[in-house]
């Protein structure tokens, strides 16, 4: 596990939930009331792209079919043994740092 920037602050302000693509894989950043989560952008149920859902208090919704994620833990709100993988992350003079796994990483130094 390493912390990468994956975006600026100011491009997720309170509310805000953007996609970030890196390679082949997708991220979802939001802001929860001023705190960053970041989460990873692929529903786990058909791959629909969360990170254009929309993001309802610390709920994303995914665009696609409707399933709801809670973004601090990751898990669907349908089903507790589904969930979307979570990442740690810090926000260091204005860039948001995520903490992804080794495996998304190879491929895209
Ligand atoms: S792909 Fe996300 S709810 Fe179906």
Redesign the pocket.
């Known amino acids: 596990m390493a912390f990468e920037k994956l975006a600026s602050l100011n491009e997720v302000p309170p509310g805000g939930l953007i996609e970030i693509v890196r390679g082949s894989d997708l991220y979802a950043l939001c802001n929860v009331e001023g705190e960053i989560r970041a989460l990873s952008g692929t529903?786990p149920?058909?791959?629909?792209p969360?990170g254009q859902g929309a993001l309802d208090g610390g709920f994303i919704t995914?665009p696609?079919?409707?399933?709801e994620f809670d973004t601090a833990t990751g898990v669907c709100l349908f089903n507790d043994e589904i969930r979307v993988p979570t990442y740690s992350v810090r926000v260091e003079s204005g860039e948001i740092l995520v903490d992804l796994p080794e495996v998304n990483r190879a491929g895209h130094a």
């Open positions: 529903c149920h058909q791959g629909g969360l995914c696609w079919h409707a399933w």
